[in-house]
């Protein structure tokens, strides 16, 4: 069973505790640690090397967060941790503003719940870290990351490295589209338009070997790609196995985080 580290950055103590007591009664193995302003925030990341932090905007200053958002961001030394931003600036402008300045989630406290928490944790842990061993159904194509192979309709998906690992990040990700940059494994690039460039052409490779099922991988403007929603014919024709991941090492069976995001 892995331990998670979770970095919870938030003055208020009632919302602190609430994070760490929805995590561990949803089972999740987490180890926490709290920062209740930015330069402990940073502090923290350095020496705890956190694998997900919960970021509060407004610290000891009004948006102090966006500030710990962008260091940690611009710090390639270490772990790169997922940001999922918990904010009572649930206005789309800081949501928007957030994502560009690098956080991967935004939960506005409006919204807040311990689903939605327990959600948005779960999914950011599938993305950051694909290689869990399971195995994943998504209409006619399977893909077993512990096994490094991909099927559809049972037949074998011969795949390049680079082709199997969009498809596993797509695949991990569900219905959330995913950017070029995290599909490339959410490393920056100096030269981003050339590295789009080298994603559509993975991508574009992947549809031909998908042949009929090439709908699957679907284009989002402005974002990037995301595996396209089953038809209800088809999920009546093969079950509801479709799009259901299966786990291949049994009840939590997910492996220790052994290296940084």
């Known amino acids: 069973m892995p331990?998670?580290?979770?970095?919870?950055?938030?003055?208020?103590?009632?919302?602190?505790?609430?994070i760490v007591d929805v995590l561990r009664e949803a089972g999740e193995p987490i180890e926490a640690l709290a920062a209740r302003t930015a330069d402990e925030a940073i502090a923290?990341?350095?020496s705890f090397q956190p694998h997900v932090i919960f970021l509060d905007l407004n610290l000891e200053r009004p948006?102090?967060?966006?500030?710990?958002?962008?260091?940690?961001?611009q710090d390639q030394s270490g772990v790169r941790p997922i940001i999922i931003v918990i904010s009572g600036e649930g206005n789309e402008d800081t949501e928007v503003a957030m994502l560009e300045q690098g956080a991967d989630d935004f939960i506005s406290k409006s919204c807040f719940?311990?689903?939605?928490?327990?959600?948005?944790?779960?999914?950011?842990?599938?993305?950051?870290?694909?290689?869990?061993?399971?195995?994943?159904?998504?209409?006619?194509?399977?893909?077993?990351?512990?096994?490094?192979?991909?099927?559809?309709?049972?037949?074998?998906?011969?795949l390049t490295q680079s082709e199997?690992?969009?498809?596993?990040?797509l695949a991990f990700a569900g219905s959330r589209a995913l950017s070029r940059a995290e599909l490339?494994?959410?490393?920056?690039?100096?030269?981003?338009?050339?590295?789009n460039r080298v994603v559509d052409v993975h991508v574009l490779s992947l549809r031909r070997k998908l042949g009929a099922h090439a709908w699957l991988v679907e284009t989002v403007v402005g974002?990037?790609?995301?595996?396209?929603?089953?038809?209800h014919d088809l999920r009546r024709l093969t079950g509801d196995a479709y799009a259901r991941p299966k786990e291949v090492m049994g009840p939590g069976g997910l492996e220790p985080p052994t290296k940084g995001l």
Request: with cysteine; aromatic share 4%.
């Open 3 to 18: 331990t998670w580290r979770v970095l919870i950055v938030e003055d208020d103590a009632a919302m602190r505790d609430l």
């Open 44 to 46: 923290a990341v350095r």
């Open 63 to 73: 948006m102090a967060g966006a500030q710990v958002c962008r260091d940690v961001r």
């Open 113 to 158: 719940s311990p689903k939605i928490l327990i959600s948005h944790f779960r999914a950011g842990l599938r993305v950051a870290f694909p290689d869990r061993r399971e195995a994943i159904v998504h209409g006619p194509v399977v893909i077993d990351a512990e096994r490094h192979e991909a099927t559809v309709e049972g037949e074998p998906l011969e």
């Open 164 to 169: 199997f690992d969009i498809l596993r990040r």
């Open 184 to 195: 490339l494994g959410g490393k920056p690039s100096a030269e981003r338009q050339r590295a």
């Open 223 to 231: 974002v990037g790609y995301r595996l396209g929603a089953i038809p």
